[in-house]
């Protein structure tokens, strides 16, 4: 590696900027936004840093649509700009965008979510001043920024090294937001810590495993693994060690079983709009990793590694669904219930087709927005101390408020993938792609999942519409016209997936092509 | 079609009324529309080439839905699902004028209303899907208003029979639906005119007739899997037992005969004695248990597991004869149950018991009702010349007709089991109408009937006599697709 490739870096690798230029975009902008936290008074940092956050990712979306079709490898094999990289890419930033509205509505509690000084001890008399007081920090714009831009990036990388990378821009971001919830600090510094820790974790995994990969491929684009899987003269089990620990890795941050512990914890401590992020875009970032390592890299060792992720995939629907059914905070569930819905992709990205792949990118966008949705709606349902997240607080919330608890219900029954709504369309098209790849164990154990997973969210139904309210029953804030819009744009979306799918099917359907 | 949309519309209309009694008056304006838009079907239908395809609709509407999942918006009738279709408008139009009448606790009247219209919807769609893929999206479109009505409306043990349901029906759904893709996925198409009559591997039918004749029991519900059946029953509202027992079993013996039978006729073949097996013990089991049975709407609940095994047996013996019984078994059993738990509905409301211990001498204190309610209990015990009789007389004649020792007992065991029915719904009848009048009886609030009850019951009655009379109602109809339906087995 050392002399070729050194002679190589003399050339300056050639960069198509506008195929680039969603990512460039907003780590630009990401910039631009520290210098805003420098820079402007204290007071007029939220509306610039909200406006600037909104602009760029909608200049990141236009360049986004104006590349639709590209299909190269740019920046010297790091980058493919291909479909399901531009389907990724828009697809975390209109979901992003969602839940930036989440993340800056101001109307709920003063000052926003988060707090205004994250390295106050927490419980001190400076955090409880702080706590009911205090405007709550902007930085948490160039976070997000960056972390969206990261996701882009893990989307579209084409060698492990970019791919590295990218895990660490979108995540570490991702480690310091948990930490900044304004209510329960505690639960947060821990989720945050907890998040960290288990990342570093899973990232040492990754970095080993790329160097293991490195050692039987003798390169780092997949391209080049892909040439190597068949013909590399070194020993197999390098091979086979590498892909496990590079897949650790991958399947760590899109929460599947036995990588998942720290979802319901880190979904719980953090602050609710920076959950909604997680669940919608880290998972379509995750899984647009997974896809293009599984799809472009090791496509020949499917073989070997499609039963392991197959009892992954199983486990994981397994997982998810019954300890669901154990959860007492509504956070929690809907933390089980997105690892059972990660378990589902799996059984779509498994079937290592163009159906599959095409299903796959499919049911990430219509969880994405029935997940920004749902969490939208826990940062409505809130007393004096902040969101009232355990589930018998919410019994009686049919009689209180019926808009948000229909609207939640609705949810639910996506989730659980009733028909006519998006749950339905996607599972159904995950499932059919599975069997027609003869997978249909996967498929047995999805279905079974499912209908195992459907008790706890008719258990949150019943709870909601069958029981008297009580005096704890909090009541539901008249949300602000942001979250207002973030819930709308998310239901509307479940509802339009469920009916008219089609549009969307046709985008996955020609997207699913990747660039080698 | 317009059949699907009147009733969404009203439904809609209903629950989103702020006034509740015109909520009420909507929903049962657009359920009457349904019900008539229902009646002129059979025109233009038309005559059947033995050449063609096995199932043909006499009309149809067929749009492409989400053509790259190959879903299609494909709705049809036939002779087959007339009738079901018919008493599906009927019963849904009496249950919303009942409830203009009375609404059960705890009120919020335009929403049941409402629930009951989305129930309609997913029914006559069950009824009229030509599409598998549609057909399960309509089988689950039942199940939660369903749920909502037994757990919003119902008893005071509502939450565990609710519970119950649910948890079955999905456990019936999921298999279902596995069954269906496992079809979709070996023939390569979810449309039923294509594929009945297609013969798929034996491996493929073996394996979906299993799978589906399991979901489609859960539903009818065939013993042993009828344990949601009696706490559903008894713990629903009186409109929910009317269309939870007239109708929505239907789904099950429906989706057997239709999609089981004609999807995987090899297998049905196959199959077809340990299915008239478990049928012929529902019989027994449902009439010893209706013996033991101390509480009206219980007894009425467990008499339907009964009747339903005598459909299963029709369906089973693969006969024209027994798919002629299942038909009219189907329309009969919708009619006689619809009206006996109206009829133990009011005894309910009235007494507020429903303990056979506790009543007694209705006869004395309310004749009317005691008179229906011996009517409806004479038709339910299948005497000659009423509804009952067609359905369980065709099962026995089919049984006995398919021959071999095996069914000849079956034949047996199943007029057995008629004579089990005789002496529990007289003993029903002893119990309650007859006797002494005991003091919950004598406290009657309102022995008379109303004007209500009268034009919601009255069709009912009508018709259980004019179909004893006449059981070509629903044969004529029905021969056509039967014989084209018996001609996919017995190829």
């Known amino acids: 590696m050392t002399t070729d490739i050194a002679a190589e870096t003399l050339k300056l690798p050639s960069l198509d ?64 700009v291909d479909g399901p990289g531009l389907f990724l890419q828009g697809s975390i930033a209109v979901l992003g965008l969602v839940a930036l509205l989440l993340i800056s509505e101001r ?123 068949l013909d590399s003269p070194n020993d197999i089990a390098l091979l086979y060690i590498g892909l496990a620990m590079v897949a650790i890795g991958l399947l760590f941050k899109a929460a599947l079983a036995p990588f998942h512990v720290w979802t319901p914890d880190v979904y719980q ?33 499917q073989w070997d590694y499609r039963p392991v992720l197959g009892a992954i995939a199983v486990l994981t629907m397994l997982v998810g669904a019954v300890l669901a059914v154990t959860q007492t905070d509504i956070k929690r569930l809907l933390a089980y219930s997105s690892i059972a819905n990660a378990g589902y992709v799996l059984v779509g990205v498994l079937a290592i087709s163009k159906a599959g792949l095409a299903s796959s990118l499919f049911y990430l966008v219509a969880y994405g927005f029935s997940v920004l949705a749902a969490f939208g ?129 046709d985008m996955t359907e020609n997207a699913a092509h990747f660039v080698r | 079609m317009v059949l699907l949309v009147v009733p969404a519309v009203g439904a809609v209309t209903a629950a989103l009324v702020r006034h509740d009694l015109a909520g009420r008056i909507a929903g049962t304006v657009a359920a009457a529309v349904a019900f008539l838009a229902t009646l002129p079907l059979p025109i233009g239908r038309g005559t059947r080439v033995d050449t063609g395809p096995a199932l043909v609709p006499w009309h149809q509407v067929d749009v492409a839905w989400v053509p790259s999942l190959d879903l299609r918006f494909h709705l049809g009738v036939d002779g087959i699902s007339y009738p079901l279709v018919v008493l599906t408008a009927l019963l849904t139009l009496l249950c919303c004028g009942y409830t203009l009448w009375r609404v059960p606790d705890p009120g919020r009247g335009r929403l049941l209303v409402a629930l009951l219209l989305i129930i309609e919807v997913g029914i006559l769609g069950v009824f009229l899907a030509l599409d598998l893929i549609l057909f399960f999206v309509f089988f689950e479109l039942v199940l939660l208003p369903m749920y909502a009505v037994i757990a919003g409306w119902g008893g005071p043990g509502r939450r565990r029979a609710a519970r119950m349901f649910v948890l079955y029906t999905l456990l019936g759904s999921v298999l279902l639906l596995v069954g269906l893709v496992t079809v979709v996925g070996a023939a390569g198409t979810a449309d039923l005119v294509q594929l009945t009559g297609t013969r798929l591997g034996t491996g493929t039918q073996y394996a979906a007739f299993v799978l589906l004749a399991i979901g489609f029991a ?30 929505l079993l239907k789904m099950g013996t429906y ?19 340990v299915l008239g097996g478990f049928a012929a013990a529902a019989i027994i089991v449902g009439g010893l248990v209706c013996l033991a049975q101390n509480e009206v709407k219980r007894l009425i609940a467990y008499s339907s597991v009964g009747h339903m095994g005598f459909v299963l047996l029709g369906i089973a ?99 057995f089991g008629a004579a089990l029915a005789a002496a529990y719904l007289l003993r029903l009848l002893r119990r309650t109408t007859h006797g002494p009048a005991s003091p919950a009886v004598l406290a009657l609030d309102g022995p008379r009937l109303s004007a209500a009850e009268l034009v919601a019951w009255a069709p009912l009655v009508l018709l259980i006599v004019a179909l004893g009379l006449l059981p070509a109602l629903v044969l004529g109809p029905g021969a056509a697709a039967v014989d084209a339906l018996h001609g996919v087995v017995g190829r």
């Open chain 1, 107 to 229: 109307s709920l509690e003063r000052g926003g979510a988060f707090v205004a000084q994250a390295a106050v001890t927490a419980n001190s008399e400076a955090d409880r001043d702080q706590a009911t007081r205090g405007s709550g920090a902007t930085e948490v714009y160039p976070l997000i920024i960056f972390s969206l831009g990261g996701m882009m990036l893990f989307a579209a990388a084409n060698d492990l090294l970019t791919m590295f990378v990218a895990l660490e821009v979108f995540s570490l971001p991702l480690y310091l937001l948990c930490a900044m919830a304004r209510r329960r600090r505690l639960l947060s510094q821990e989720a945050a810590l907890k998040y960290f820790l288990l990342g570093a974790f899973a990232s040492a995994f990754f970095l080993f495993g790329i160097a293991l990969v490195y050692g039987y491929a003798g390169r780092v684009d997949f391209a080049g693994i892909h040439a190597a899987v």
């Open chain 1, 269 to 301: 401590g953090a602050p609710t709009p920076v959950t909604a992020l997680m669940a919608a875009c880290t998972k379509v970032a995750a899984f647009g990793g997974l896809l293009r390592v599984l799809y472009v890299a090791f496509e020949r060792s």
């Open chain 1, 17 to 80: 900027y506008a195929a680039l230029a969603p990512m460039l975009i907003l780590f630009g902008v990401g910039c631009v936004g520290v210098l805003v936290e420098a820079i402007a008074p204290k007071k007029a940092r939220f509306p610039v840093q909200l406006v600037l956050a909104v602009l760029g990712i909608a200049a990141s979306l236009t360049a986004i649509v104006l590349a639709a079709g590209t299909e190269k490898v740019t920046a010297a094999g790091a980058v493919a």
């Open chain 2, 255 to 273: 989706g057997l005969l239709r999609v089981a039978v004609g999807v995987a006729p090899d297998a049905a073949q196959g199959a077809a004695p």
């Open chain 2, 317 to 415: 013996t693969l006969q024209p004869v027994g798919f002629q019984a299942a038909l009219v078994g189907n329309v009969a059993h919708g009619l006689i149950t619809g009206l006996l738990f109206f009829l133990a509905g009011a005894v309910k409301d009235r007494a507020h018991t429903g303990e056979l211990a506790k009543l007694g001498g209705l006869r004395e204190t309310a004749p009317g009702l005691s008179g229906l309610l011996g009517f409806a209990a004479v038709a339910s015990l299948g005497l000659p010349g009423l509804a009952g009789f067609w359905g369980e007389a065709f099962a026995i004649v089919a049984a006995l007709r398919t021959g071999g020792a095996y069914w000849n007992v079956l034949g047996v065991v199943a007029a």
């Open chain 1, 377 to 505: 709606i826990v940062t409505l349902v809130r007393d004096a101390d902040g969101e009232a997240t355990h589930l018998s607080r919410w019994a009686g919330l049919g009689r209180r408020s019926p808009l948000y608890a229909t609207l939640f219900t609705f949810l639910l029954l996506a989730f659980a993938g009733i028909p006519l709504t998006s749950g339905f369309t996607a599972k159904f098209g995950v499932f059919a792609a599975a069997i027609e790849a003869d997978q249909t164990w996967l498929v047995i154990a999805g279905v079974i999942t499912s209908a195992i997973i459907a008790f706890p969210y008719l258990r949150v139904v019943v709870m909601m519409w069958l029981s008297e309210p009580g005096e704890s029953t909090p009541a539901v804030s008249l949300p602000g016209a942001l979250t207002a819009a973030a819930v709308t744009i998310g239901a509307a979306a479940t509802l339009l997936l469920g009916i008219v799918p089609q549009p969307l099917l």
């Open chain 2, 218 to 247: 859960v539903k009818s519900p065939l013993w042993p899997l009828h344990t949601w059946l009696p706490d559903a029953h008894t713990e629903a509202p009186t409109v929910g037992s009317v269309i939870l027992a007239g109708v």
